[in-house]
């Protein structure tokens, strides 16, 4: 692997092409929009795209396909365009998707799409503004008000947080405060609703926000909300305050139960615990932002049904809403006396914890045995049928990168590769795209990826040294010392200059070692059981699995 190319001369910015292929799905009072970037990005990124429905009353921004619509009419019927946007401004509309008609998931469909029934609009609340109790570093507070409502015959809790009083907390508890907010009441969907100053205040100490129900917790740093961003997809005119952020846990509705059970019988995976949907938006007059994606992993604990063997959870995953089930780093932790899995994730979505064994009969004797059969289990890696592994089979470069990909739960991305040797119809595309946006891997000068061709294990150590800076274990090691880090290898000196302090990170760690005590191998091709090894390392230095 070389270093990177030269940057191409610029080229004049426009906006870009419309979105193609747009197509929704209903759901209860809500759509979700899925699209196929546009190839012409007008010569500058893509930095989000806006969905429109039918009605023009509702507006919402996200970062990639799908897009979840919310706020929607049972029994209205909606069509909706998209806009891609980057630096110079909005695409044209694409063309309409299908027409659909969200319904409530307990009616039966008896409306037939033409009006709300009336239990499908919201009713009154049926508490409103009760004196609600929040934690500020563990401490009673008496800063929240919470109304519990119905909508779309699912109860709603929202607790909402004062400015003022939660500005005081902070000044008096200092940076990095943990501000928790405990939800008791057995609702179907429970928010945490701040306005943007506070979210700014929060994110100004360093300051992390904690949605607590019976089942889930969802651990989020205020930081990752991004406020600036937000307020400039809004507008700078509009104040922080005039902002809503909404964090949310909620049990999913019956079509999105429906997709995780057909996922789960095509997957040959049980799931353990009930799906939640944990989801973050912002939301000014009549356009709302979903925040589904991060800078960091963010925390999400989901409580294992008393009954149930800790020891028989594989892995939580993630269900996105075209039945696409991913892994995401998970590990089983005790809380009070209760086992909870924590799982660890890059993005907002639906989130169940499954069993999935497996093992595979070619490893059965050998030293990776333990790690490729959890890393199988976990669905980071397959097997090439029959139950076999090839655990001595060098691996391409990618196949690496689809791997790493998987093992720290990155969301595939789609478009345009940077590479002109990976094209959208080969079976890598997304995952190098992927690694390449996650900036886990850079090309050869001549702007190829040559993902057929094998990785060494010096090019491979590269990768996840870039990858511990996802997990944030890079932060946590001292500077590496290559000489004296090296110095027990007698080949040390045949690794490339560019790669050394990449190696220096892996072997500190203990993610890689060498091939002996004596041998580091950097020249030499990796193994499929060593990337293996490798990866589940990763995750568990980084304290993620």
Partial sequence: MSAESNEASATPAAIPAAPTNVSAVAGDGRATITFTAPTDIGGSAITGYEVTASSGNVVLRGTASPITVTGLNNGTSYTFTVKAINSVGSSAPSAESNAVVPKSSSNGGNNNGNTPSEQETSTPPQTGNTGMDVLVNGKVEKIGAATTSEVNNQTVTTVAIDQKKLE?????????????????????????????????????????????????????????????????????????????????????????????????????????????????????????????????????????????????????????????????????????????????????????????????????????????????????????????????????????????????????????????????SDWHSSAIKTAYAYRLINGFEDGTFRPNDKITREQAMVIIAKAMTITNLKAKLSAPLIDSTLRSFADAAEASSWAQSSIADCVQTGIISGRSSTELAPKNYITRAEVAASVAQLLKKSELI
Avoid: C
């Avoid at 269900?319 to 009070?336: A, C, E, L, W």
């Fill in 168 to 424: 005081d907390k902070l000044a008096a508890a200092g940076q990095g405060a943990r501000v928790t907010i405990p939800v008791n009441a057995k609702s179907d969907v429970v928010i945490g609703e701040l306005n943007g100053q506070s979210v700014k205040n929060m994110e100004e100490k360093q300051a992390t926000l904690e949605i607590k129900t019976d089942n889930a917790t969802y651990t989020l740093p205020a930081q990752q909300i991004n406020i600036d961003s937000l307020s400039e997809q809004f507008g700078k005119s509009v104040a922080l305050q005039e902002i809503k952020i909404q964090i949310e846990i909620a049990k999913p509705t019956a079509d999105t139960l429906k997709i995780v059970e057909n996922a789960a019988a095509k997957g040959t995976f049980t799931i353990i615990a009930s799906p939640i949907e944990f989801t973050v938006r912002a939301s000014y007059n009549r356009t709302t932002i979903e925040v589904s994606k991060f800078n960091a992993y963010v925390e999400r604990t989901i409580a294992i049904p008393d009954g149930v063997d800790p020891n028989k959870i594989t892995t939580g995953i993630v269900v996105d809403p075209d039945g696409t089930v991913r892994h995401v780093p998970t590990k089983v932790v005790v809380i009070d006396g209760k086992f909870y899995a924590k799982i660890s994730s890059l993005t907002n979505s639906t989130y169940s914890i499954v069993w999935h064994p497996l093992e595979f009969s070619d490893v059965s004797n050998h030293w990776a045995k333990n790690a490729v059969n959890d890393m199988g289990s976990r669905m980071v890696i397959s097997g090439i049928g029959n139950d076999r592994f090839s655990p001595d089979r060098d691996i391409t470069r990618a196949e690496f990168a689809a791997i790493i990909v998987q093992g720290l739960g990155l969301k595939l991305e789609k478009g345009e590769s940077a590479f002109s040797d990976v094209q959208a």
